[in-house]
């Protein structure tokens, strides 16, 4: 079977060694950080023929070999009858990586092109046939995991869209109960850099499949938000970094939500876990919590030995060399 796993290390540069064992840590520092699978888990890993969902899949599937738990993948593909979709790209990649697999064909093409005016966004009306439908097929294969590839920058510009256009601090969480409480959808690609993705997408040589309906539209606000922070890392390198690190640090007291923090009821002689730091100059060091620098958390299966244990962020070949 030729799964990633298999593949030679000798056939992979040093390069793409280094950056698939920066990706597979940060993958298992999410997992471990917000219990994201457990034994027993189905997952079912939605691919759209990106760059992501290709990268999540394959290496899900490598890390999977070695994991402390047992769980099952399944990989999902929705067609959506787009005109000129190459229908066969992904069932015949599945194969040949030998992973379980499911296509669903549904015609949402043609129901957003009936009741989105031409030149308006698509995206919001797409995304929620997608969802139900992806639901419906998780019910049916019995997946217990939903698990989508949005990677560090698709969480980060959720928070933007959400603070310019919705008046909502609001990202896009690593993990996420459906609103009806019967789904769990995690995004292991939380802590990964898109740039790391798209590397390792390149170096792969992945089949992608590029989305016409949506993914080309030059007006969508998402690429907008895009474009600001990509001028922000090239002006200020590390600034992305450093937003994405806030999203784990947040302090309601130093906010304005009374419904995090009770400011009516807040009187002298509280004493706050942060401090009143208001008129001091803030702290820009380097940011905490880096999940590519810093050592994973190791994901030990139940009384195990740590020592004999491989966390998810680091893949053993041979029984010595770290890749």
């Not at 950080?33 to 760059?51: A, L, Q, T, Y």
């Not at 896009?172 to 590397?199: F, N, T």
Request: aromatic content about 6%.
């Amino acid at each position: 079977m030729n799964t990633l796993s298999t593949i030679a290390v000798e056939d992979l540069s040093n390069t793409v060694l280094r950056l698939r064992k920066r990706l597979t840590r940060s993958i298992g520092q999410a997992i471990a950080d917000f219990n994201m699978i457990e034994d027993g888990d189905v997952v079912m890993v939605c691919c759209s023929g990106g760059k992501d969902s290709y990268a999540l899949l394959t290496l899900l599937q490598a890390m999977r070999e070695r994991a402390p738990v047992n769980f099952r993948l399944i990989a999902m593909n929705l067609d959506q009858r787009q005109p000129g979709f190459p229908a066969d790209v992904l069932p015949r990649y599945f194969e040949s990586i030998g992973v379980e697999y499911r296509i669903v064909t549904e015609d949402t093409y043609s129901i957003v092109k009936e009741k989105i005016p031409e030149g308006k966004t698509t995206c919001s009306l797409c995304s929620r046939l997608r969802r139900g439908i992806i639901y419906r097929t998780a019910a049916d294969l019995g997946a217990t995991k939903i698990a989508l590839g949005h990677h560090r920058e698709d969480l980060i510009e959720t928070l933007f869209l959400n603070m310019f256009f919705g008046g909502k601090i609001k990202a896009m969480p690593p993990k996420l109960l459906s609103d009806d409480g019967k789904h769990m959808v995690i995004r292991p690609l939380a802590y990964c850099a898109e740039k790391d993705v798209a590397k390792y997408a390149r170096a792969m040589d992945f089949p992608i499949i590029p989305c016409n309906l949506c993914g080309s539209q030059e007006n969508a606000q998402r690429k907008i938000i895009k474009q600001m922070l990509a001028d922000w890392e090239t002006r200020f390198p590390g600034r992305v970094e450093s937003i994405a690190t806030s999203l784990q640090n947040v302090v309601p007291s130093h906010l304005a939500d009374n419904e995090l923090f009770d400011f009516r009821r807040l009187a002298r002689g509280t004493l706050l876990a942060q401090g009143d730091i208001a008129f001091d100059s803030p702290s820009l060091g380097t940011p905490a919590g880096n999940a590519v620098d810093g050592v994973p958390v190791l994901w030990n299966k139940p009384g195990g030995d740590p020592r004999n244990q491989n966390s998810w962020g680091h893949t053993i070949h041979d029984g010595s060399t770290e890749v």
